[in-house]
Protein backbone atom coordinates (compact mmCIF):
# COMPACT_ATOMS: atom_id res chain seq x y z
CA UNK A 1 0.00 0.00 0.00
CA UNK A 2 1.22 3.17 -0.92
CA UNK A 3 0.65 5.90 2.20
CA UNK A 4 0.96 9.42 1.81
CA UNK A 5 1.14 11.34 5.12
CA UNK A 6 0.49 15.17 5.42
CA UNK A 7 1.69 17.96 8.13
CA UNK A 8 1.22 21.67 7.62
CA UNK A 9 4.44 22.70 8.84
CA UNK A 10 8.30 21.15 9.14
CA UNK A 11 7.94 20.46 13.06
CA UNK A 12 4.76 18.68 12.56
CA UNK A 13 6.90 15.94 9.68
CA UNK A 14 10.45 15.67 11.01
CA UNK A 15 9.94 13.38 13.51
CA UNK A 16 8.27 10.96 11.20
CA UNK A 17 10.94 11.23 8.85
CA UNK A 18 13.68 10.89 11.83
CA UNK A 19 12.22 7.43 13.00
CA UNK A 20 12.15 6.77 9.22
CA UNK A 21 16.09 7.52 9.30
CA UNK A 22 16.53 6.75 5.25
CA UNK A 23 14.33 8.46 2.67
CA UNK A 24 14.63 10.39 -0.78
CA UNK A 25 13.39 13.55 -1.07
CA UNK A 26 12.18 15.62 -4.44
CA UNK A 27 11.35 18.96 -5.01
CA UNK A 28 7.97 19.73 -6.58
CA UNK A 29 5.88 22.25 -7.08
CA UNK A 30 8.37 24.71 -4.48
CA UNK A 31 7.68 21.88 -2.37
CA UNK A 32 9.48 18.89 -0.89
CA UNK A 33 8.33 15.41 -0.89
CA UNK A 34 10.25 12.36 0.85
CA UNK A 35 9.58 8.36 0.22
CA UNK A 36 10.49 5.75 1.89
CA UNK A 37 9.65 2.06 3.12
CA UNK A 38 8.43 1.64 6.17
CA UNK A 39 6.37 -1.34 7.73
CA UNK A 40 6.20 -3.06 4.40
CA UNK A 41 4.53 0.20 2.83
CA UNK A 42 5.57 2.61 0.24
CA UNK A 43 5.42 5.86 2.18
CA UNK A 44 5.16 9.64 0.39
CA UNK A 45 5.33 12.61 3.46
CA UNK A 46 5.41 16.25 2.80
CA UNK A 47 4.50 19.37 4.92
CA UNK A 48 2.10 21.06 2.89
CA UNK A 49 2.72 25.08 4.49
CA UNK A 50 0.19 26.35 6.33
CA UNK A 51 -3.12 27.06 5.01
CA UNK A 52 -6.19 25.76 3.03
CA UNK A 53 -4.89 26.56 -0.60
CA UNK A 54 -1.31 24.78 0.30
CA UNK A 55 -2.82 21.67 1.61
CA UNK A 56 -5.03 20.76 -0.85
CA UNK A 57 -2.43 21.21 -3.27
CA UNK A 58 -0.39 19.12 -1.64
CA UNK A 59 -2.87 16.35 -1.11
CA UNK A 60 -3.69 16.93 -5.25
CA UNK A 61 -0.31 15.79 -5.98
CA UNK A 62 0.08 12.94 -3.23
CA UNK A 63 -3.02 11.59 -5.36
CA UNK A 64 -1.75 12.15 -9.14
CA UNK A 65 1.99 12.41 -8.68
CA UNK A 66 2.67 9.88 -6.35
CA UNK A 67 -0.72 7.78 -6.25
CA UNK A 68 -1.43 7.87 -2.87
CA UNK A 69 -4.03 5.03 -1.62
CA UNK A 70 -4.97 7.04 1.52
CA UNK A 71 -3.59 9.88 3.40
CA UNK A 72 -2.91 10.64 6.81
CA UNK A 73 -2.91 14.01 8.06
CA UNK A 74 -0.86 14.86 11.35
CA UNK A 75 -0.39 18.05 13.00
CA UNK A 76 -1.34 20.36 15.90
CA UNK A 77 -4.65 22.07 17.08
CA UNK A 78 -6.29 24.66 18.79
CA UNK A 79 -8.70 23.21 21.47
CA UNK A 80 -12.29 24.82 21.20
CA UNK A 81 -13.73 21.83 24.11
CA UNK A 82 -12.56 23.17 27.11
CA UNK A 83 -11.97 19.28 28.54
CA UNK A 84 -8.82 19.34 26.10
CA UNK A 85 -5.60 19.99 27.39
CA UNK A 86 -2.03 20.59 25.78
CA UNK A 87 -0.66 17.57 24.27
CA UNK A 88 -4.17 15.63 24.27
CA UNK A 89 -4.73 13.86 21.07
CA UNK A 90 -7.98 14.30 18.92
CA UNK A 91 -9.19 12.52 15.93
CA UNK A 92 -11.68 14.14 13.60
CA UNK A 93 -15.18 12.14 12.91
CA UNK A 94 -15.58 14.76 10.62
CA UNK A 95 -14.49 18.00 9.80
CA UNK A 96 -15.67 21.08 8.21
CA UNK A 97 -14.59 24.73 6.68
CA UNK A 98 -15.66 27.30 9.29
CA UNK A 99 -14.92 30.46 7.05
CA UNK A 100 -17.28 28.94 4.13
CA UNK A 101 -19.83 31.18 3.86
CA UNK A 102 -22.90 31.43 1.22
CA UNK A 103 -25.80 32.18 3.60
CA UNK A 104 -26.73 35.00 1.35
CA UNK A 105 -27.58 31.83 -1.23
CA UNK A 106 -29.80 29.68 1.23
CA UNK A 107 -26.76 27.86 2.68
CA UNK A 108 -25.61 27.11 5.93
CA UNK A 109 -22.38 28.55 7.16
CA UNK A 110 -19.49 25.84 6.25
CA UNK A 111 -21.37 24.64 3.06
CA UNK A 112 -19.30 24.60 -0.87
CA UNK A 113 -21.52 23.98 -3.43
CA UNK A 114 -21.25 20.22 -4.98
CA UNK A 115 -19.42 18.95 -1.83
CA UNK A 116 -20.62 17.71 1.91
CA UNK A 117 -21.32 19.85 3.96
CA UNK A 118 -19.11 18.13 6.94
CA UNK A 119 -16.42 15.91 5.16
CA UNK A 120 -16.66 12.14 7.13
CA UNK A 121 -13.36 10.53 7.94
CA UNK A 122 -12.73 7.53 7.32
CA UNK A 123 -14.38 4.63 10.00
CA UNK A 124 -11.88 1.75 9.51
CA UNK A 125 -8.49 4.05 9.81
CA UNK A 126 -10.75 5.45 13.09
CA UNK A 127 -11.05 2.25 14.44
CA UNK A 128 -7.77 1.33 14.29
CA UNK A 129 -6.62 4.48 15.89
CA UNK A 130 -8.64 3.65 19.03
CA UNK A 131 -7.15 0.18 18.85
CA UNK A 132 -3.72 1.74 19.05
CA UNK A 133 -4.76 3.98 22.26
CA UNK A 134 -6.13 1.39 23.92
CA UNK A 135 -2.92 -0.63 23.59
CA UNK A 136 -0.58 2.64 24.34
CA UNK A 137 -3.17 3.30 27.23
CA UNK A 138 -3.68 6.81 25.76
CA UNK A 139 -6.84 8.36 26.22
CA UNK A 140 -7.95 9.32 22.25
CA UNK A 141 -10.87 11.99 21.74
CA UNK A 142 -12.78 12.16 18.81
CA UNK A 143 -14.55 14.78 17.19
CA UNK A 144 -15.81 17.33 15.23
CA UNK A 145 -12.57 19.37 13.69
CA UNK A 146 -13.08 22.77 12.14
CA UNK A 147 -10.34 24.66 9.06
CA UNK A 148 -10.22 27.90 8.14
CA UNK A 149 -7.36 30.40 7.07
CA UNK A 150 -7.31 31.90 10.21
CA UNK A 151 -5.49 31.00 13.06
CA UNK A 152 -7.83 31.31 16.02
CA UNK A 153 -6.48 33.51 19.09
CA UNK A 154 -9.47 35.18 21.47
CA UNK A 155 -12.51 33.46 23.14
CA UNK A 156 -14.79 35.12 20.80
CA UNK A 157 -14.21 33.64 17.73
CA UNK A 158 -13.52 30.17 19.85
CA UNK A 159 -16.97 30.23 20.87
CA UNK A 160 -18.70 31.24 17.99
CA UNK A 161 -16.90 28.25 15.95
CA UNK A 162 -17.46 25.58 18.48
CA UNK A 163 -21.18 27.02 18.60
CA UNK A 164 -21.70 26.80 15.18
CA UNK A 165 -20.34 23.46 13.94
CA UNK A 166 -20.14 21.94 17.40
CA UNK A 167 -16.59 21.39 16.81
CA UNK A 168 -14.14 20.32 19.22
CA UNK A 169 -10.86 21.59 18.14
CA UNK A 170 -9.57 23.81 15.28
CA UNK A 171 -7.00 24.44 13.17
CA UNK A 172 -5.85 25.32 8.94
CA UNK A 173 -5.88 22.48 6.81
CA UNK A 174 -8.00 19.15 7.85
CA UNK A 175 -11.39 20.05 6.01
CA UNK A 176 -9.64 21.38 2.95
CA UNK A 177 -7.26 18.02 2.68
CA UNK A 178 -10.34 15.84 3.77
CA UNK A 179 -12.41 17.19 0.84
CA UNK A 180 -9.60 16.50 -1.67
CA UNK A 181 -9.45 12.57 -0.63
CA UNK A 182 -13.54 13.17 -1.10
CA UNK A 183 -13.11 13.73 -4.45
CA UNK A 184 -11.09 11.37 -5.25
CA UNK A 185 -13.24 8.68 -3.09
CA UNK A 186 -9.34 7.79 -0.92
CA UNK A 187 -9.70 6.83 3.07
CA UNK A 188 -8.59 10.01 5.36
CA UNK A 189 -7.84 10.12 8.52
CA UNK A 190 -7.45 13.23 10.12
CA UNK A 191 -5.07 13.31 13.87
CA UNK A 192 -4.38 16.25 15.80
CA UNK A 193 -2.55 17.23 19.36
CA UNK A 194 -3.41 20.07 21.10
CA UNK A 195 -0.75 22.88 21.04
CA UNK A 196 -3.35 25.71 22.09
CA UNK A 197 -6.07 26.72 24.11
CA UNK A 198 -7.56 28.95 20.97
CA UNK A 199 -7.95 31.97 23.52
CA UNK A 200 -6.08 35.29 23.76
CA UNK A 201 -2.82 33.36 24.99
CA UNK A 202 -3.05 31.17 21.69
CA UNK A 203 0.17 32.44 20.40
CA UNK A 204 2.39 32.27 23.23
CA UNK A 205 1.02 28.82 23.72
CA UNK A 206 1.71 27.43 20.23
CA UNK A 207 5.03 28.59 20.14
CA UNK A 208 5.82 26.82 23.37
CA UNK A 209 3.90 23.73 22.77
CA UNK A 210 4.18 23.51 18.90
CA UNK A 211 7.47 20.82 18.78
CA UNK A 212 6.18 19.00 22.25
CA UNK A 213 2.44 18.29 20.66
CA UNK A 214 3.85 17.54 16.50
CA UNK A 215 5.86 14.86 18.36
CA UNK A 216 3.02 12.90 20.38
CA UNK A 217 1.02 13.26 17.07
CA UNK A 218 3.74 12.00 14.74
CA UNK A 219 4.81 9.01 16.86
CA UNK A 220 1.20 8.01 17.53
CA UNK A 221 0.59 8.17 14.09
CA UNK A 222 3.84 5.94 13.11
CA UNK A 223 2.25 3.33 15.52
CA UNK A 224 -0.55 3.40 13.61
CA UNK A 225 1.43 2.58 10.21
CA UNK A 226 2.61 -0.35 11.80
CA UNK A 227 -0.75 -2.08 12.12
CA UNK A 228 -1.98 -0.73 8.74
Not at 165 to 186: D, H, I, L, R, W
Not at 212 to 218: E, Q, V
Request: glycine share 8%.
Amino acid sequence: MKIAILGAMREEIEPILEHFGEYSEEKYARNSFYTAKYAGHDIVLAYSKIGKVASAMSATILFERYKADILLFTGVAGALDESLKIGDIIIASKCVQHDAELEAFGHPLGFIPESDHYTLTDPVLNSLAKKVAAELDLELLEGIIASGDQFIAGNEKKMWIKQKFAAAACEMEGASVGQVCAFYAKPFFLLRAISDTASGDAGVLFDEFLESSAKIGAQFLIKMIEKI
